[in-house]
């Protein structure tokens, strides 16, 4: 027999910082939310199952964390969730806008920081149920147009790499670990002429216009010199 007292909203946290999530589910329920919190903790864990769960609980809301430890970059479950019609609040300890903002393009409703008061993240939830924007519409669209930005800039350096000699990128790679233009050219039986021809090849390549700037350009973007 119903009571007639309606359902409370389900929310459901993916987030592998078990105090954090703890401290978010006893102030949502406390609201009178009906919280779930998918456990990451079994060794048997993948962020398929993790999906899979998501979506079984059927929830309104998502609280996402994107660094969940062994299991994966939460990031990649925002879009199936996002289209399965889940408001998808990402909550996580990165302040990088470019980031934050892939998080947006992929279908995140809104992007939190973990040092936002806890209050914040209440009043987001409380926004999904009465059908309000989780976000300021001019945060959100610079926040998407710095990701894009940064995805031009990460496909750029990606086709520069790609100029690199094989030799060039066993440098570089060098450089990546470390080893100055002495310990270079001793280990590869050169002269440090030599080697410091290759690195202005790199740099003028790369359109950098220091080892450090090249470093941390092929860092950015995930790159590794050959192997063997």
């Given at each position: 027999m ?10 459901t ?7 954090f999530?703890?401290?978010?589910s006893?102030?949502l ?9 998918i ?6 864990t993948t ?5 899979a ?5 059927a929830?309104?809301?998502?609280l ?8 994966g ?5 925002i879009?199936p ?33 973990k040092?936002?008061p ?33 995805r031009?800039?990460?496909?750029d ?17 060098a450089?990546m ?6 310990e270079?050219?001793?280990t ?7 080697v ?22 092929a ?10």
């Amino acid at each position: 027999m119903s009571t007639g007292r309606p359902r409370p909203m389900r929310i459901t946290i993916i987030d592998d910082h078990a105090l954090f999530a703890e401290s978010v589910s006893l102030t949502l329920e406390a609201e009178g939310y009906g919280v779930r919190r998918i456990d990451l903790t079994d060794e048997h864990t993948t962020l398929a199952t993790v999906l899979a769960t998501a979506l079984r609980s059927a929830p309104r809301v998502i609280l996402l964390d994107l660094d969940l430890g062994r299991v994966g970059d939460g990031m990649r479950l925002i879009t199936p969730l996002a289209a399965a019609g889940i408001a998808v609040v990402v909550v996580t300890g990165s302040g990088e806008s470019a980031r934050r903002g892939e998080c947006l393009r992929r279908g995140a409703k809104a992007v939190l920081v973990k040092t936002c008061p806890l209050h914040e993240v209440v009043a987001t939830v409380r926004r999904a149920r009465d059908g309000l924007p989780l976000m300021n519409a001019q945060e959100r669209g610079s926040l998407i147009e710095i990701a894009l930005h940064d995805r031009d800039e990460v496909r750029d350096i990606r086709t520069r790499l790609d100029r690199l000699t094989r030799r060039e990128m066993e440098v570089l790679g060098a450089l990546m670990r470390g080893a100055p233009v002495r310990e270079i050219a001793r280990t590869s039986v050169v002269s440090e002429a030599t080697v410091r021809t290759q690195v202005k090849s790199i740099l003028a390549k790369l359109e950098m216009s220091s080892q450090l700037a090249a470093v941390g350009a092929a860092y950015k973007v995930g790159w590794h010199p050959p192997q063997g």
